[in-house]
């Protein structure tokens, strides 16, 4: 026997096989062959192959299964399926043949440059069937349904008393009678294929149950069921579609096997990340997207999880209890305290599953006058105080927030009411939320504000590409006319270490809005 490497590259139809033979380094290949696909034709080509050297074969995975595979295996020689999605494409490349993409294969499968795929085995792969087809199953009887509903739309039957397919619907829909014969037996025909379908659905579901009770499925499907939103079927269509669970060294890998990473389209110092690639394994993504809805809602310990978790080891247990809460922000070693203002004959909201967990600091529900009376800024309340004191970012005013004193004139005011910048955090604000948050009257200062004379000026681009951010501040309610439009008061705050004097700062200034500049080093 010779030392010599044989690349072969197959291209694996219903009726024929093309295949390309390439010899160790040798830039060109042997020409083409094509051989009826059939196992005593398979194993007379690669017995004479096999004496010429060593030899590797690859081909797509396709709707040929994987006998040839097994074929080759039995055999001793190593075959590997490739990934189809994943092969290199040449975009100037418009010829395509059989024999060419065997060519393809061989030349790319010797340079290292093609993805194989695991190969289930026998009883792994008829799992994954029983599987589909009881998808399928359930897609006929959507299909069905539609086929019964319509027709009874057509001819002017409605069910209007409670949702279709309960049994009050089924019970009206074996009532139905039509004059027409022929009407009566197509109607007849539509509800007894869905029964029947619905008849098969069950039958599977029963024949799944039971696998699952066996081994090797009984101890992965009682670990994937301690996991909300999982139960028997889903965690054997996992099984069935994943098949082997260890061979991903990290979940990242997992999920890029099933198409939930986000895409990504960037060059230079552009970054573009897109939805899900949506790649690999359609059915088990199904399934986890399906399963992460359940997450949406509030945990609770039911006496169907107990009843998961009994027998099942602690670690697991410890890691889907520590799941089932992470996504809702629950818990439970920090339940919320009791609020000393409220009543006792108010509910409490600390045994609420919303409230579990969070800060249990008394909210002040007093009027912004009272506040005031309180020697309580008006643009602090008790919402900011808890967001400063959890490390969450200050709301306050540039000028409050580094120990100078506000506007005399806003502090003087009893009845002042707060305008609120909603913006993204790195972000400049967006005028149009600028427009729509402030909804207050402009004071009307005496002998400087007319309403016909005094325009506001315009929002400017400058102020919002992050030199300048708006503020909230504190307006004066007085003195205000009722037609007057909102419009918002903004504190400079320049992003540089010079202090430059807007525009509108003397505008500010003369409504009395003005909040003093900030010097660099108080500042710092």
Same mark, same amino acid.
């Given at each position: 026997?010779?030392?010599?490497?044989?690349?072969?590259?197959?291209?694996?139809?219903?009726?024929?096989?093309?295949?390309?033979?390439?010899?160790?380094?040798?830039?060109?290949?042997?020409?083409?062959?094509?051989?009826?696909?059939?196992?005593?034709?398979?194993?007379?080509?690669?017995?004479?192959?096999?004496?010429?050297?060593?030899?590797?074969?690859?081909?797509?995975?396709?709707?040929?299964?994987?006998?040839?595979?097994?074929?080759?295996?039995?055999?001793?020689?190593?075959?590997?399926?490739?990934?189809?999605?994943?092969?290199?494409?040449?975009?100037?490349?418009?010829?395509?043949?059989?024999?060419?993409?065997?060519?393809?294969?061989?030349?790319?499968?010797?340079?290292?440059?093609?993805?194989?795929?695991?190969?289930?085995?026998?009883?792994?792969?008829?799992?994954?069937?029983?599987?589909?087809?009881?998808?399928?199953?359930?897609?006929?009887?959507?299909?069905?349904?539609?086929?019964?509903?319509?027709?009874?739309?057509?001819?002017?039957?409605?069910?209007?008393?409670?949702?279709?397919?309960?049994?009050?619907?089924?019970?009206?829909?074996?009532?139905?009678?039509?004059?027409?014969?022929?009407?009566?037996?197509?109607?007849?025909?539509?509800?007894?294929?869905?029964?029947?379908?619905?008849?098969?659905?069950?039958?599977?579901?029963?024949?799944?149950?039971?696998?699952?009770?066996?081994?090797?499925?009984?101890?992965?499907?009682?670990?994937?069921?301690?996991?909300?939103?999982?139960?028997?079927?889903?965690?054997?269509?996992?099984?069935?579609?994943?098949?082997?669970?260890?061979?991903?060294?990290?979940?990242?890998?997992?999920?890029?096997?099933?198409?939930?990473?986000?895409?990504?389209?960037?060059?230079?110092?552009?970054?573009?990340?897109?939805?899900?690639?949506?790649?690999?394994?359609?059915?088990?993504?199904?399934?986890?997207?399906?399963?992460?809805?359940?997450?949406?809602?509030?945990?609770?310990?039911?006496?169907?999880?107990?009843?998961?978790?009994?027998?099942?080891?602690?670690?697991?247990?410890?890691?889907?209890?520590?799941?089932?809460?992470?996504?809702?922000? &629950?818990?439970?070693?920090?339940? =919320?305290? %009791? !609020? #000393?203002?409220?009543?006792?004959?108010?509910? $409490?909201? +600390?045994?609420?599953?919303?409230?579990?967990?969070?800060?249990?600091?008394?909210?002040?529900?007093?009027?912004?006058?009272?506040?005031?009376?309180?020697?309580?800024?008006?643009?602090?309340?008790?919402?900011?105080?808890?967001?400063?004191?959890?490390?969450?970012?200050?709301?306050?005013?540039?000028?409050?927030?580094?120990?100078?004193?506000?506007?005399?004139?806003?502090?003087?005011?009893?009845?002042?009411?707060?305008?609120? &910048?909603?913006?993204?955090?790195? =972000?400049? %604000? !967006? #005028?149009?939320?600028?427009?729509?948050?402030? $909804?207050? +009257?402009?004071?009307?200062?005496?002998?400087?504000?007319?309403?016909?004379?005094?325009?506001?000026?315009?929002?400017?681009?400058?102020?919002?590409?992050?030199?300048?951010?708006?503020?909230?501040?504190?307006?004066?309610?007085?003195?205000?006319?009722?037609?007057?439009?909102?419009?918002?008061?903004?504190?400079?705050?320049?992003?540089?270490?010079?202090?430059?004097?807007?525009?509108?700062?003397?505008?500010?200034?003369?409504?009395?809005?003005?909040?003093?500049?900030?010097?660099?080093?108080?500042?710092?």
């Amino acid at each position: 026997m010779k030392s010599t490497t044989i690349w072969v590259g197959l291209d694996v139809h219903k009726e024929s096989i093309s295949v390309a033979v390439f010899e160790g380094g040798h830039a060109q290949g042997r020409p083409g062959v094509s051989i009826p696909n059939d196992a005593g034709q398979i194993r007379k080509l690669f017995s004479r192959l096999k004496k010429e050297g060593e030899v590797h074969a690859c081909y797509e995975a396709g709707s040929c299964g994987y006998e040839v595979y097994r074929q080759l295996a039995a055999m001793g020689i190593a075959c590997d399926v490739i990934a189809p999605g994943l092969i290199p494409v040449r975009v100037g490349d418009r010829v395509k043949t059989d024999r060419r993409d065997a060519e393809k294969l061989a030349r790319l499968f010797r340079a290292g440059e093609l993805t194989s795929i695991r190969v289930p085995t026998q009883a792994e792969e008829a799992l994954r069937d029983l599987i589909r087809c009881r998808e399928d199953a359930r897609e006929d009887v959507l299909r069905h349904r539609h086929h019964v509903l319509k027709f009874l739309l057509r001819h002017g039957r409605i069910f209007r008393e409670t949702k279709h397919w309960t049994l009050a619907h089924w019970q009206w829909l074996r009532t139905q009678r039509f004059e027409q014969s022929l009407a009566q037996t197509v109607f007849t025909e539509y509800l007894a294929t869905l029964e029947k379908t619905l008849a098969r659905v069950t039958t599977l579901d029963q024949e799944i149950a039971q696998q699952a009770e066996k081994e090797p499925y009984k101890a992965m499907v009682g670990r994937l069921r301690c996991l909300r939103g999982i139960d028997t079927l889903s965690a054997m269509a996992l099984i069935a579609e994943v098949c082997d669970f260890a061979r991903f060294e990290h979940p990242r890998e997992l999920m890029a096997y099933l198409g939930l990473v986000p895409s990504e389209r960037s060059s230079g110092n552009k970054q573009r990340r897109g939805g899900i690639t949506k790649t690999g394994n359609s059915h088990a993504r199904r399934i986890l997207v399906e399963a992460a809805w359940h997450y949406r809602h509030v945990p609770k310990r039911s006496v169907t999880f107990k009843a998961r978790w009994k027998g099942q080891p602690q670690p697991v247990v410890d890691h889907a209890s520590r799941r089932r809460n992470a996504c809702t922000g &629950v818990t439970s070693a920090s339940p =919320r305290a %009791a !609020n #000393p203002h409220r009543s006792p004959s108010s509910p $409490s909201h +600390a045994s609420s599953p919303a409230s579990f967990g969070r800060s249990a600091a008394p909210r002040d529900r007093s009027l912004p006058s009272e506040r005031l009376a309180k020697d309580t800024p008006m643009h602090v309340d008790a919402r900011s105080q808890r967001s400063s004191e959890s490390g969450r970012r200050d709301s306050r005013p540039p000028c409050v927030a580094r120990g100078l004193p506000l506007n005399p004139r806003a502090q003087s005011e009893k009845a002042s009411r707060r305008i609120t &910048v909603m913006r993204r955090p790195g =972000r400049p %604000a !967006n #005028p149009r939320v600028i427009r729509r948050r402030c $909804s207050l +009257a402009r004071p009307l200062t005496p002998g400087i504000d007319e309403p016909e004379t005094t325009p506001w000026p315009p929002l400017r681009r400058r102020e919002l590409d992050g030199s300048l951010h708006p503020r909230e501040v504190t307006q004066p309610n007085v003195g205000t006319y009722p037609s007057a439009r909102a419009r918002p008061c903004r504190t400079n705050e320049p992003r540089a270490s010079t202090d430059i004097a807007r525009p509108h700062t003397d505008i500010a200034r003369q409504r009395g809005h003005w909040l003093p500049r900030i010097p660099h080093a108080a500042r710092q």
